[in-house]
């Protein structure tokens, strides 16, 4: 790793004109200096545009991307991937907030782990309500914001598959290389953590940064707050290409216990599809399942 090398900073905008002023002066306002900045508003129907117009007049070196139409998440950021100059990429919501130490924390990381070939970096998370008051951390801390519980490292391929491995991908930080290895993020999905560490930790390890590296805004009509409703297109698009997933790493699994393992994340997900009364898709979930037995079966 090079004494200084760039990060690029990829903050995607949709409708978040409360709040994307805040996230970009988070970028700018870093402890670590070398840091390329990207912004993408992704057709926002508010004042987003707008908003950071207005602020780019005082940065006007900075490239802002504004689609034509709503193209997700997925596209939008693969189109400022290509971009990229870093040989870091954090990928920053709009809404979200870096500490002020964050990619030092980051970069600090990486260079002190002991673990080879590691793709990505991670910590904790500050969630905070929609008026930035704090919430709780995302993953359970002690008096002194340490992690209550050993975060799983290295390689937790196995334990993304059972979901036993929980974490945070607001607060990574990824080697470019990853992304480029990868193609990018999937542009058929809804949403793109899940299935990126899956496909990443085949190749990589990962590890864990024990701070609070970033703040999570919760908002109620996030992605995540649908997660459970009934009847819902964007629950069901989102459930969906967890299945999308879910095929996928059948055709990435090699041995019986990795097999084993995804029917664990099969069953919490048929409960999903129940729950929410999409039925449709637990009926696939049943034939996923029925395969993955079979497979075992032959191993």
């Known amino acids: 790793m090079h004494n200084k090398p760039l990060v690029t900073v990829i903050c995607l905008c949709y409708n978040h004109a409360d709040f994307v002023i805040e996230a970009l002066e988070s ?18 129907t508010d004042t987003s545009v707008k908003v950071i117009k207005n602020w780019l007049k005082e940065h006007p070196k900075i490239p802002f991307l504004v689609n034509k139409e709503n193209l997700g998440n997925t596209k939008t950021f693969n189109k400022c991937l290509k971009l990229a100059k870093g040989e870091y990429i954090i990928d920053l919501a709009a ?16 260079k002190k782990t002991a673990y080879e070939n590691v793709g990505l970096i991670y910590g904790n998370a500050e969630l905070i309500s929609e008026n930035g008051n704090f919430i709780n951390d995302y993953f359970k801390t002690d008096t002194n914001r340490k992690r209550l519980q050993s975060q799983p490292t290295g390689d937790i391929y196995i334990g993304l598959l059972n979901g036993n491995n929980n974490l945070c ?16 993020y999937d542009e058929n999905l ?9 496909r990443a930790s085949t190749i990589y390890n990962f590890d864990y940064v024990d701070k609070i590296l970033v703040q999570k805004r919760v908002l109620k009509d996030s992605m995540y707050t649908l997660l459970t409703q009934k009847n819902n297109k964007k629950t069901r698009r989102f459930n969906y290409s967890t299945y999308l997933i879910l095929q996928k790493a059948f055709k990435l699994n090699r041995t019986k216990e990795e ?9 919490f997900e048929m409960t999903v599809a129940y729950k929410t009364r999409d039925f449709h898709l637990l009926m696939k979930y049943i034939f996923l399942e029925l395969k993955v037995r079979s497979t075992i079966l032959y191993k």
């Open 259 to 267: 097999f084993v393992a995804m029917l664990k994340r099969i069953h």
């Open 169 to 184: 991908s607001i607060s990574s930080l990824v080697k470019k290389a990853v992304f480029d290895s990868l193609n990018g």
């Open 27 to 44: 970028v700018l306002n870093q402890t670590y200096s070398n840091v390329e900045l990207l912004v993408a508003d992704d057709f926002s």
């Open 95 to 110: 809404d979200d907030v870096l500490k002020i130490d964050c990619i030092a924390n980051q970069l600090e990381g990486f």
């Open 190 to 198: 809804a949403y793109e953590d899940y299935d990126f560490w899956i």
